[in-house]
C-alpha cells in the first residue's frame, strides 16, 4: 500500500525499458550471411536449372538453322557441275540447296568468299554455274546477332547473373553480412529511413542536443574540422536516469549525421569465456573504422566499466579485459579517425575513472528528467500516430506527470490507445490518459482482487493515515486521490503530487514525506492494535530513504555531511564503527518519523474517522472530496495556483 508519490528518488539501479525500433540482432555471420543462410542451395540450383533451359533454348534455335542433310563444298559442287542443282538459297554461310529431282541439301561455305568464287575453284565453269538459281538471302538481324553473340553473351550474361544474385543476398542480410565476426554489434544503416531516428524526435533534452549537434557537424563534415587541426572528442558519455531517452539521443545524433550506428551493449560483452568481450570489442571497432565516418554506441557501460579491481575475481577478470579492451581501442584512434564512441550510463558514479580521463570519455552529457514543458513535447511526439479525441489537454497531462521519464511517457500515451481500442473507439481522450497515469505509476487495477471488510477497513485507514499526514505536514506533497481499489502490487495507494518539477529535494521534504510514508503503518498500529505485512513496501522505501538522507546526502547533524561510499564485498569505504553509527542515525530518523506521524493522527484523529469511512464507501476519493473532509474537520488544505489547475479536469 505505497503512497505513490512520482517524486519519490528512483533507485537508479536496474533493467532499462525496451526500447522501440532497435535494429534487429545480426545472427547471421560468416558464410551463411554471406550466401543468405541455408536457403541458398536451393536458390543455386534455380540458377543452375535456368542456365539449362537457356542453354537448350539456344541449341535447339541453332540447330533449326543446321538441318542434317549437311554435304561438303565438293559434292557441291559435283552436283552443279552435273546440272542437277537447280536452286540455290545463300543464307551467310549457309547454303540451301534444291535439286531437280525436288529434294533438299545444305551446306556451308567460307563466309569471306562469295559462291561464285568458291564453286569456281572447286572447277564449277560460269556456264554450269549460270543454271543454278541464286539467290542470296539476309539473314534476320535478331538471328544473325543471337547466332553471332549468343556463344559469348549467355556466359557473361550467367555470371553477372548471378554476382547480382549473391549481392542481392547479401544486402538482405543488411551491412552485417561482411564480416561482422563476433561483434554482435547491431548496426543502423544510416540509408535505412524505418529506422532513421533525428533530433526531431526527442524531446526537450535541449543541452544535451546542443552538445551533440558539434558531433553531427563533425561526422558530416569532418574536413571542416581536420583541415584546422581541431581534435575532435573521441568518446562522449551520456549519464541520466532509465528511460531518459540516452539510447534515442544517440541513434538521433548517427540520424542526424547520416553515418552508420554501431551499437552494443555492455551486458552483451560480458560472457562466460575470458577474452570473447575483448575480442569484440577488437571486432567492433575494426568495422566502425572501416565505415568511417561512423559512430560506435556501448549502452549501458556501467555492465563492464565499473570501477576495476572492486569485486571478486572469476567474472571481473573479463570485464576488466574488456574494458581495457575499450581503453587500448579508443587510445589507439588516429588523430583523424572519424569515429565517434558514444556510451550511455545511469550509474556514472560507478564508472572507472579511467574511462573519463581525458582523450577517452572526456565530454559528459547529462540528460534529466524532463520537467513539465518537455513531458508536454515529449508527448506530442508519442501521440503524432494516434488520434486524440478534442477533450484532450496535454498540457494537463504533463502537470500531472511530475517525474515520469520519456518512456513512462511513452508507455502512458501506449496505456491511453490501448484502453481507447478496448473500448472500440476511433479516439484517445483524456480520460484514457488520465487513467493511464496511474496505471504505469503503479500497475494495472485489479478490481476482481476481492478484499473483506476487515482488510477493506484496515486498507481504508492505511491510507487515510498516509493522506491525512501529508496533508497537515508543512513540506509533504499534497494528496490527489486515494483509493482502496488494488493496483498492481498494492491493496490501496495514496496518489500525491508535488507542486512543481523540483530539481532538488531538501532534508525537510525527506522527513516529512517519511513521516506521511509512515502514516499508513502508524494507523494501522493506533486503530487495530497490530500491524499487518501491508506497509511492508513502505517500509523499504523510507529504510532506502533515510539510509541516503545519512550517508549520501550529509542529511544527519550527528555523521555530519559525509558522502560515504557504498558497501560492496571486497570493498570497505569505511569502518564497522562508522557502519554502526550509520544505522544508528537510520533508526533514528525513522522512530522520529513514527512518532512525527503518531501526533498528526492522534490529533486529528476525527479527520482519519471520517476519511476511512468515505474511502470505504466510495473506495475512491478525488481531491475534492477529500479537501472538503479536511475542511470539515479543520484542516486547511494545501493550495497553490498551478496545482489548482492541475487537478480540474480529473474525473471518474
Ligand atoms: P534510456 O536509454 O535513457 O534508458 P531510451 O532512449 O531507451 O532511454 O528511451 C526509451 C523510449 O522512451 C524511447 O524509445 C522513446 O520512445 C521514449 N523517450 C525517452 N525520452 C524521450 C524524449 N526526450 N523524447 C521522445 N521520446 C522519448
Ligand atoms: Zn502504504
Ligand atoms: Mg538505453
Do not use: C
Request: aromatic share 6%; net charge neutral.
Amino acid at each position: 500500500m505505497p503512497t505513490a508519490s512520482p517524486r519519490k528518488p528512483r533507485k537508479k539501479k536496474g533493467a532499462l525499458p525496451p526500447v522501440a525500433g532497435l535494429p534487429k540482432r545480426v545472427k547471421r555471420r560468416g558464410w551463411k550471411a554471406l550466401f543468405g543462410g541455408p536457403s541458398f542451395f536451393g536458390n543455386l540450383a534455380t540458377t543452375i536449372l535456368t542456365f539449362l533451359i537457356l542453354m537448350s533454348i539456344y541449341s535447339l534455335i541453332t540447330g533449326v538453322a543446321q538441318p542434317n542433310k549437311e554435304i561438303p563444298l565438293s559434292a557441291v559442287a559435283a552436283d552443279v557441275a552435273a546440272g542437277k542443282v537447280s536452286a540455290i538459297t545463300v543464307n551467310g554461310d549457309a547454303l540451301n540447296l534444291s535439286y531437280a529431282d525436288g529434294s533438299a541439301k545444305t551446306s556451308r561455305k567460307d563466309p569471306s568468299a562469295g559462291l561464285p568464287e568458291t564453286l569456281a575453284t572447286y572447277g564449277v565453269t560460269p556456264e554450269e554455274l549460270a543454271k543454278v538459281a541464286i539467290t542470296i538471302q539476309g539473314q534476320s538481324g535478331f538471328e544473325f546477332w543471337f547466332l553471332n553473340l549468343a556463344p559469348i553473351f549467355i556466359p557473361i550474361l550467367f555470371i553477372a547473373f548471378l554476382f547480382w544474385f549473391l549481392s542481392r543476398q547479401v544486402r538482405g542480410a543488411g551491412m552485417q553480412a561482411f564480416s561482422f565476426g563476433q561483434s554482435k554489434a547491431r548496426i543502423t544503416d544510416p540509408a535505412d529511413s524505418s529506422q532513421r531516428v533525428t533530433f526531431a524526435d526527442v524531446a526537450g533534452a535541449r543541452e544535451a542536443k546542443e552538445e551533440l549537434f558539434e558531433i553531427v557537424d563533425f561526422l558530416k563534415n569532418p574536413k571542416k574540422f581536420l583541415d584546422i587541426g581541431a581534435r575532435i572528442p573521441k568518446g562522449i558519455i551520456l549519464m541520466g536516469a532509465p528511460g531518459t531517452g540516452k539510447t534515442l539521443l544517440a541513434r538521433a545524433v548517427a540520424g542526424e549525421a547520416g553515418v552508420p550506428f554501431f551499437s552494443i551493449s555492455g551486458s552483451e560483452f560480458v560472457e562466460m569465456f575470458v577474452g570473447v568481450g575483448a575480442s569484440r570489442v577488437r571486432d567492433l571497432f575494426q568495422m566502425a573504422k572501416k565505415a568511417a565516418p561512423a559512430i560506435i554506441f556501448v549502452d549501458e557501460i556501467d555492465a563492464v566499466g565499473r570501477t576495476r579491481g572492486a569485486g571478486m575475481g572469476g567474472g571481473n577478470d573479463e570485464r576488466e579485459q574488456t574494458l581495457n579492451q575499450i581503453l587500448v581501442e579508443m587510445d589507439g584512434f588516429e588523430p583523424t579517425e572519424k569515429v565517434v564512441v558514444m556510451a550511455a550510463t545511469n550509474r556514472p558514479d560507478v564508472l572507472d575513472p579511467a574511462l573519463l580521463r581525458p582523450g577517452r570519455f572526456d565530454r559528459r552529457v547529462t540528460i534529466d528528467l524532463p520537467d513539465r514543458r518537455d513531458r508536454e513535447e515529449i508527448l506530442k511526439i508519442h501521440a503524432r500516430k494516434k488520434p486524440l479525441g478534442p477533450d484532450v489537454v496535454l498540457s494537463v497531462i504533463a502537470e500531472r506527470t511530475p517525474g515520469f521519464s520519456g518512456a513512462e511517457l511513452y508507455s502512458l500515451m501506449n496505456e491511453g490507445a490501448i484502453l481507447a481500442a478496448r473500448d472500440n473507439r476511433k479516439e484517445v481522450t483524456q480520460y484514457d490518459l488520465i487513467r493511464s497515469i496511474e496505471k504505469v505509476m503503479l500497475g494495472p487495477e485489479r478490481k476482481s482482487h476481492l478484499l473483506s471488510q476487515k482488510e477493506k477497513e484496515l486498507t481504508a485507514y492505511h491510507e487515510a493515515g498516509h493522506a491525512l499526514v501529508s496533508s497537515v505536514l508543512e513540506h509533504a506533497d499534497p494528496v490527489h486521490k486515494i483509493s482502496i481499489i488494488s493496483r498492481g502490487r498494492a491493496a490501496g495507494y495514496t496518489l500525491k503530487l508535488p507542486f512543481d518539477d523540483r530539481k532538488m529535494q531538501s532534508k525537510k521534504q525527506f522527513l516529512d514525506d517519511i513521516a506521511a510514508t509512515l502514516g499508513g503503518y502508524v494507523a494501522e498500529e493506533m486503530l487495530f492494535d497490530d500491524v499487518t505485512t501491508g506497509p511492508s513496501n513502505d517500509l523499504q522505501v523510507i529504510t532506502a530513504l533515510a539510509r541516503d538522507m545519512v550517508s549520501r546526502y550529509g542529511m544527519s547533524d550527528k555523521l555530519g555531511p559525509i558522502a560515504f561510499g557504498e558497501r560492496e564485498l571486497g570493498r570497505e569505504p569505511y569502518s564497522e564503527q562508522v557502519a554502526a553509527e550509520i544505522d544508528a542515525e537510520v533508526s533514528r530518523i525513522i522512530e522520529e518519523g513514527k512518532a512525527r506521524a503518531a501526533k498528526v493522527i492522534g490529533e486529528h484523529r476525527g479527520a482519519l474517522d471520517a476519511i476511512a469511512k468515505e474511502l470505504m464507501e466510495k473506495e475512491t476519493v478525488e481531491r475534492d472530496g477529500f479537501e472538503k473532509i479536511l475542511v470539515l474537520n479543520g484542516i486547511t488544505p494545501k493550495k497553490k495556483e498551478e496545482d489548482i489547475r492541475a487537478a480540474a479536469p480529473l474525473q471518474k
